[in-house]
Every structure is written in structure tokens, then in C-alpha cells.
């Protein structure tokens, strides 16, 4: 399915679980989204409504997908090898803006994205040295890289009359892994993020250092929550996905009998 469609489908499914949660008197005391879930970390904190969230989506995927059909590449997953030393390969291999760093997901959980070439340049690399693992992920396109510079560049046009406000609660960004608070220096960094990549394991720091004691992942799946833990949110935090009302009930339960 088109990311146009995708993107708004999951960024409005997302509210509507938050709103059910707020509801209940559950809100947050801080924010953060993986990729898309930025844009629903948007409006969590006030920045945007969520009318300006699902439009800002669709958007976003629309130029996706329009930047998919204009160059060959997607992303790739590397596990089980630190960050140094794909910084390291990459680095090696001479080839900037060709095949770039995506996400920082973890201590041992690495995405790449580039030329498919490159790719698989990449991967044998790793195999031949048997260094860890590799696998091409099931995307359209090479997100979070340069690649894709003038559909970024396009949304920075789109989104430049839509009013972002300051957030009510700490709102850390994948680029930079820490709270900002200005509206236009987050306006930039949620444009910016469609060719930088996603400090995930960065801003799971962040929020270690705020001492959070419950995790909510709100939204399709339950990958973020596995990774929380791989990035040392300790077993005295609980967690709870929120991504279905039979998890919102869960949560709602927990919380509030608290």
C-alpha cells in the first residue's frame, strides 16, 4: 500500500488511542516518536492539532512515494556490530550520500539506507568478515537519507504556513535526541528527519535521564517497547502497548487503579 495512505492511516489510528487514554486522565509527561510516530509525537504535545498531524502524514507519504520512484535504493538492518564500526565500513567504502546511516536503534540494532548496490556491496562485507548480520527491509524507498533531499525539501515548502506552537510537555526529537521546544526549530527537524537519521537509541537515553517509571507505546506493533528494553529501560519501568483497546484497556486499568 502507498505510504500516502499508510502514513495518515497510522498517524490517525495512534491519536485516537491517545485520545481515548486522555479520556481516561492519562497524559504524558514527556513525548517521543520513531520516524512517523514524530508526527504523532506532534501532536501528543500540542505542537499541531491532530487534523494538522494526519494532514502533515499524508504529505509526508505522498513525497515518499513520489521519491521512491525517482532512485534505487531502500534500508537495510544490521544487527549484532556497534555503531563505530558501521560508521567505520561506511566510511571505507568512500561512497557519501550513496549509502548513509538511518537509524541508531540500539547497541546492536543499526539501519543503513542507499544504492542497492551499495547495499549488497555492504552486506558482504559484513558476511565476509563475519562481523553480523544483514537484511534488506521490506520499504519502498532509502528513508532517512539524501537520497530523498528534494522531497524534504518540498515539505519544508509545504509545511511552511502551518503554525507549530510550543509543546506542553518535553518533546524529544529523533534528530537530536533531546527536548526542543521551539516551534520553528522543530518545524525544521521534523521536515529535516526525512534525509537524517533516527537517534532512537540516543533518545531512549534521554529519556533514561528523566527518570520515566511508565512507558507507553501508542500505535500499531510493539517493536519500540522491545527496544526500550535492549536500550536499558530496567524492569522497574513498566510498559505497556497501547495498540489495540484491548490495550487501552490494559493501560487505562493499570494506570488508573494505580
Same mark, same amino acid.
Given at each position: 500500500m502507498?505510504?500516502r495512505y499508510?502514513q495518515?492511516?497510522?498517524?490517525a489510528?495512534?491519536l485516537?488511542?491517545?485520545r481515548?487514554l486522555r479520556?481516561?486522565?492519562i497524559?504524558?509527561?514527556?513525548v517521543v516518536?520513531?520516524?512517523?510516530g514524530?508526527i !504523532?509525537?506532534?501532536?501528543a504535545?500540542g505542537?499541531?492539532s491532530?487534523r494538522e498531524a ?5 504529505k ?10 525517482q532512485? %534505487?535504493?531502500?534500508?537495510m538492518?544490521?544487527l549484532?556490530?556497534?555503531?563505530d @564500526?558501521?560508521e ?5 567504502? %568512500?561512497?557519501?550520500?550513496?549509502i548513509?546511516?538511518?537509524? %541508531?536503534?540500539?547497541p546492536d540494532?543499526?539501519?543503513?539506507s542507499?544504492d542497492?548496490?551499495?547495499l549488497?556491496?555492504f552486506?558482504?562485507w ?6 553480523g548480520k544483514? &537484511? @534488506?527491509?521490506?520499504? =519502498?524507498g532509502? /528513508?532517512? =537519507?539524501?537520497?530523498?533531499r528534494?522531497a &524534504?525539501m518540498q515539505?519544508?515548502? /509545504?509545511a511552511e504556513?502551518?503554525t ?6 518535553p ?5 537530536t535526541?533531546k527536548?526542543?521546544?521551539h516551534? !520553528?526549530?522543530? @518545524?525544521h527537524?521534523v521536515?529535516w528527519q526525512l534525509?537524517?537519521p533516527?537517534?532512537?537509541r540516543?533518545c531512549?537515553e534521554?529519556? @533514561?535521564?528523566?527518570n520515566?517509571d511508565?512507558l507507553?507505546?501508542?500505535?500499531p506493533? &510493539?517493536?519500540l517497547?522491545?527496544l ?8 522497574d519501568? =513498566?510498559v505497556?502497548n497501547?495498540n489495540?483497546?484491548?490495550?487501552v484497556?490494559?493501560?487505562v486499568?493499570?494506570l488508573?487503579?494505580?
Amino acid at each position: 500500500m502507498k505510504a500516502r495512505y499508510v502514513q495518515p492511516l497510522l498517524v490517525a489510528v495512534s491519536l485516537g488511542y491517545l485520545r481515548h487514554l486522555r479520556n481516561a486522565g492519562i497524559t504524558p509527561d514527556v513525548v517521543v516518536g520513531h520516524s512517523l510516530g514524530e508526527i !504523532t509525537a506532534l501532536a501528543a504535545s500540542g505542537v499541531v492539532s491532530d487534523r494538522e498531524a494526519v494532514a502533515i502524514a499524508a504529505k509526508r507519504g505522498e513525497l515518499m512515494d513520489a521519491a521512491a520512484q525517482q532512485c %534505487d535504493g531502500t534500508m537495510m538492518a544490521v544487527l549484532f556490530i556497534s555503531l563505530d @564500526k558501521v560508521e567505520q565500513i561506511l566510511a571505507e567504502m %568512500d561512497a557519501p550520500d550513496k549509502i548513509v546511516l538511518a537509524n %541508531d536503534n540500539a547497541p546492536d540494532q543499526i539501519v543503513v539506507s542507499g544504492d542497492n548496490n551499495l547495499l549488497d556491496q555492504f552486506a558482504h562485507w559484513i558476511s565476509h568478515e563475519k562481523l553480523g548480520k544483514c &537484511r @534488506k527491509l521490506v520499504v =519502498s524507498g532509502p /528513508w532517512h =537519507s539524501p537520497f530523498i533531499r528534494g522531497a &524534504r525539501m518540498q515539505f519544508e515548502d /509545504w509545511a511552511e504556513p502551518i503554525t507549530f506552537r510550543k509543546p506542553g510537555v518535553p518533546l524529544v526529537m529523533n534528530a537530536t535526541a533531546k527536548p526542543e521546544a521551539h516551534p !520553528t526549530t522543530i @518545524k525544521h527537524l521534523v521536515t529535516w528527519q526525512l534525509t537524517a537519521p533516527v537517534f532512537w537509541r540516543e533518545c531512549m537515553e534521554t529519556i @533514561k535521564t528523566m527518570n520515566a517509571d511508565t512507558l507507553l507505546e501508542v500505535g500499531p506493533g &510493539r517493536v519500540l517497547s522491545g527496544l526500550a528494553r535492549v536500550n536499558g529501560l530496567k524492569k522497574d519501568v =513498566s510498559v505497556f502497548n497501547v495498540n489495540n483497546m484491548r490495550g487501552v484497556e490494559q493501560a487505562v486499568g493499570a494506570l488508573t487503579s494505580a
